[in-house]
């Protein structure tokens, strides 16, 4: 449900970029809202999601071998780009 809704906004995005850009936004969440007492409704949520998404595709932009994994990238790093992105 939610890829279909943000595949509508943004086109295309793989199911592995989705499920890396969610757990992204599910920390930032997380650290960002439920931490401070905040409800983030559906729309705010998608653009989390969306914002996530863009660092991920901008990483693989970056990367000339692999795109961005759990594997070979770790949340850390992920988070970090995303603060500068």
Do not use: W
Not at 7 to 32: C, P, W
Not at 44 to 64: D, F
Request: glycine share 4%; hydrophobic share 40%.
């Amino acid at each position: 449900m939610l890829l279909n809704m943000v595949q509508k906004q943004i086109g295309y995005v793989s199911e592995e970029h989705f499920r890396l850009a969610l757990d992204m936004a599910t920390d930032d969440i997380k650290a960002n809202r439920i931490a401070f007492g905040k409800r983030t409704s559906l729309e705010e949520a998608l653009e989390i999601i969306i914002a996530c998404i863009k660092v991920v595709q901008k990483i693989e932009k970056g990367s000339s071998t692999e795109p961005p994994t759990q594997n070979n990238y770790n949340r850390n790093e992920l988070l970090c780009a995303s603060i500068t992105a």
